[in-house]
């Protein structure tokens, strides 16, 4: 079975910055796009960002662009989301998921498997 756990969120004040990684298992790792989304307490779930399977090609909703950097080491199968100039509307709960579409990009319905999510809460 496929497994994805998303770490590192956290409080930070408006301006700063966090890291969030995804370990995944169960998987060829280095095919799979792996995505991230949020979700805010009474609104649907966003995609934020995705680093696709193969050529690592990254792709951002318009609302992190510039401040929000994917990457991907396929030696230790995880994916990091760096945080950057962080803003109270980023304040939600963060899930990492994998697709085997390399195509995948930021429409939830095209992963396959979800982890659990990461509080993020920005807030002075």
């Known amino acids: 079975d496929v497994q994805l756990q998303a770490s590192g969120g956290g409080l930070v004040q408006p301006g700063g910055s966090l890291r969030l990684s995804c370990v995944a298992s169960?998987?060829?790792?280095?095919?799979?796009?792996i995505g991230w989304f949020r979700q805010a307490p009474g609104k649907e779930r966003e995609g934020v960002s995705c680093?696709?399977?193969?050529?690592?090609?990254?792709y951002y909703a318009d609302s992190v662009k510039g401040r929000f950097t994917v990457s991907r080491d396929n030696t230790e199968n995880t994916v990091y989301l760096q945080m950057d100039s962080l803003k109270p509307e980023d304040t939600a709960v963060y899930y990492c998921?994998?697709?085997?579409?390399?195509?995948?990009?930021?429409?939830?319905?095209?992963?396959?498997?979800w982890g659990l999510g990461t509080q993020v809460t920005v807030s002075s």
């Open positions: 998921a994998s697709a085997r579409w390399r195509g995948a990009r930021l429409k939830w319905d095209e992963y396959e498997s």
């Open positions: 680093i696709s399977g193969g050529d690592g090609t990254t």
């Open positions: 169960g998987l060829t790792f280095g095919d799979s796009t």
